[in-house]
């Protein structure tokens, strides 16, 4: 059965420094997805990555994959308060369109 | 224009009631899910539709029973109603192909709390 496991499960992150939240999962997969949510809201998707060495960018927000060691990192850049959220992994199952998701990491921003 | 909707927003029930979750995607996706998000926030896939046709069925009680009357609507219907459904039920969709994906579009969200 697949795993996903995310790490931090929580950061409290300083007001522009940077940061990484690693999602490693069990089994074989070559894409993996990013989502936000923000409290009492839906899921929000920040990122697609659908082949090895692939890497997205958006804002301060950077996800790479990396599928032979089954782990995708989303780095933050000089972290800023309106990125405080959960951010979630979650990888796609070779055989179909089922998500596996990570348990999410909470992200804080300190003022 | 919301892309995927779920109604209702809130339900509260007591133990033992039926209740019913409505879905609607106005994207043109042939794929739709169900997921549940527990009090720890742990997202966990429940069905997914491709087509009308169910393709995922996670071990989901039997009292969970998903209909799709056509490709832009998903609806959950839960008998015997227990204290740990209480939960949020994401309805979500994509534009995917067996054996391939896309991304999935989540809707709002509905809280069920069972008292």
């Known amino acids: 059965e697949l795993k996903v496991e995310q790490n931090p499960l929580f950061l409290s992150m300083q007001e522009e420094k940077n940061y990484t939240i690693y999602c490693n999962y069990s089994t074989t997969s070559d894409r993996l997805y990013w989502y936000r949510q923000d409290p009492g809201k839906s899921l929000e998707s920040l990122f697609v990555?659908?082949?090895?060495?692939a890497v997205k960018q958006e804002g301060r927000l950077m996800a790479s994959l990396d599928t032979k060691a089954r782990l995708s990192t989303l780095h933050i850049t000089a972290a800023v308060h309106d990125l405080s959220a959960t951010y979630f992994c979650a990888v796609d199952m070779e055989y179909g369109n089922k998500l596996v998701f990570g348990a999410g990491t909470i992200l804080r921003v300190k003022s | 224009d919301t892309a995927v909707s779920q109604t209702p927003k809130y339900l509260v029930t007591q133990m033992g009631n039926d209740k019913s979750i409505k879905c609607e995607q106005n994207?043109?996706?042939?794929?739709m899910y169900w997921y549940k998000q527990d009090s720890k926030k742990f997202l966990k896939i429940m069905f997914s539709?491709?087509?009308?046709?169910?393709?995922i069925n996670e071990t989901v009680p039997n009292r969970f029973s998903p209909k799709s009357p056509d490709k832009a609507h998903l609806n959950l219907h839960i008998n015997s109603l227990e204290l740990g459904d209480s939960a949020v039920y994401f309805c979500a969709s994509s534009q995917a192909l067996r054996g391939y994906s896309y991304e999935q579009y989540f809707g709002p969200g509905t809280r069920l709390t069972v008292t």
């Open positions: 994207l043109g996706h042939d794929t």
């Open positions: 990555l659908l082949s090895n060495g």
């Open positions: 539709y491709n087509n009308k046709e169910l393709i």
